[in-house]
């Protein structure tokens, strides 16, 4: 059982100004001992104009990684706890990739936001980052981004 919760974030905020808006959002997720598929593309669920959401992910096993927002099938960022995180850059240091190349653009595209604005730890952008060196491909899926 976890928890989604929509919170705004931008990173061009005037002064003072703050934008309270919920959203109804699609849920993609992939987990690590799922094989891609064009079906992890689709909902699986809605976060309605809800602040926070309690799920509960069948199959979700200890140790293994969420990846939400498959291929950024949504137009929204994800950050994770530390621990999903770090799971994460596991599995892309390890060259499993159960995890799309469009997917894992997103990911560090996301981690470097979320670096730049001071919300993710900057051991963890790292760790993604190392997976950069092994795959060139995903320099020009980052330049989309």
Known sequence: MGAIVQNKFTDNVISGEFYDSLWHIPITYTIKHEPFDQQQLKPRLWLSKLR????????????????????????????????????????LCHGNHNISAISRAMLINDAGKFFMSNILNARIFLELLKHLQQNVRLHACLCLH
Not at 62 to 88: A, C, K, T
């Open 52 to 91: 926070q959401t309690e799920i509960n992910i069948e199959n979700l096993r200890p140790h293994s990684y969420l990846v939400v927002n498959v291929d950024r099938v949504g137009f929204y960022r994800v950050q994770y706890d530390e621990s999903n995180w770090m799971l994460i850059a596991r599995e």
